[in-house]
């Protein structure tokens, strides 16, 4: 994991980046803003984004097609669209170009505000790409996971800032979380809204959810035991727990997407605890079992 992504976050989060990368190509000279408007040099700009995407999508394929195994899923408009904008591209061929990542298989799942991709680290480890969308106006529902969140004092207007702002907040709650034992995908490094993990699964195939496996009472007691774990060791609540991002391998189960999580100290953690507890606590019963009372759990987890 990259250390020094941890150490140079600012409480703030005014930095641009956490990588030193060299440059292949110089951002500043193409520069944009999300409230510009149009101007003569429009047409040229959506030509170099066009060029860069397509660079890109050859340099991905070529890639696919020398493995000979994989599929080339990155010449679809649909996914240049929904995430290869100009500075994504030019994000994703820096970590290829300075070998944190060789090469890119595919896409491995999608969401409303992130889309996610299995890519190889040059020592051959898989690792999970996770893009958030810099298009999308979900991300403005987010805000009262990241108001009154004391690590966060400081937040930029604009929907690039705020993506940007959760992919640095999901390193640092992984970064917590892990460091702290808490069973999760371990973070390798953020760069605006790309975020690098190892990746969870086998030849690119994701381990099953909880709501894709057959469950019993000892795996009701380790969802219990990550939340207790999260909010005594970690300081965090995850605050959008459920069956859906609770991995269940062979080792136990695994905890991911912690965008939303927030440190103990937020105002509105007794909400975003019970609702975690009440959650977890309605898919176990769901599948017929019987779980402790959500509000022992609570008094349990808090005391």
Not at 18 to 46: A, F, G, R, V
Not at 134 to 146: D, E, H, M, Q
Request: aromatic residues 8%; contains cysteine.
């Amino acid at each position: 994991m990259n250390e020094s992504s941890i150490d140079e976050f600012n409480d703030e989060v005014t930095e641009e980046g956490d990588l030193n990368l060299s440059e292949t190509i110089d951002e500043s000279e193409y520069s944009t803003t999300e409230d510009s408007q149009d101007s003569p040099t429009e047409e040229s700009d959506m030509g170099l984004q066009d060029k860069l995407a397509k660079k890109m999508n050859i340099m991905l394929a070529g890639k696919a097609r020398a493995r000979k195994t994989e599929k080339d899923v990155f010449d679809k408009n649909k996914v240049l669209e929904a995430v290869f904008d100009k500075s994504t591209v030019m994000l994703l061929s820096r970590l290829i170009n300075n070998g944190i990542i060789s090469y890119v298989n595919g896409a491995v799942g999608a969401g409303k505000e992130s889309q996610m991709y299995w890519a190889v680290d040059p020592s051959g480890q898989d690792i999970a790409v996770k893009i958030y969308l810099v298009t999308t106006s979900n991300f403005k529902k987010r805000y009262p996971y990241l108001i009154g969140d004391p690590r966060f004092t400081k937040i930029k207007r604009g929907t690039r800032s705020l993506v940007e702002l959760w992919a640095k907040k999901e390193f640092r709650n992984l970064s917590k979380s892990f460091n702290s034992g808490i069973p999760c995908p371990e973070p390798i490094t953020v760069i605006k809204n790309i975020l690098l993990m190892k990746f969870v699964g086998t030849n690119g195939v994701p381990s099953p959810t909880l709501v894709e496996s057959e469950v019993d009472y000892a795996d009701y007691e380790k969802a219990i035991g990550i939340i207790s774990d999260l909010y005594q060791k970690a300081e965090l609540v995850h605050a959008d727990l459920s069956e859906y991002n609770i991995f269940k391998t062979e080792d136990g189960l695994v905890v991911f997407d912690f965008g939303s999580a927030v440190d103990i100290r937020h105002p509105k953690t007794k909400e975003f605890l019970e609702r975690d507890i009440s959650n977890i606590t309605r898919f176990f019963v769901k599948r017929g079992l019987t779980v402790d009372n959500p509000i022992d759990v609570f008094e349990r987890v808090t005391k």
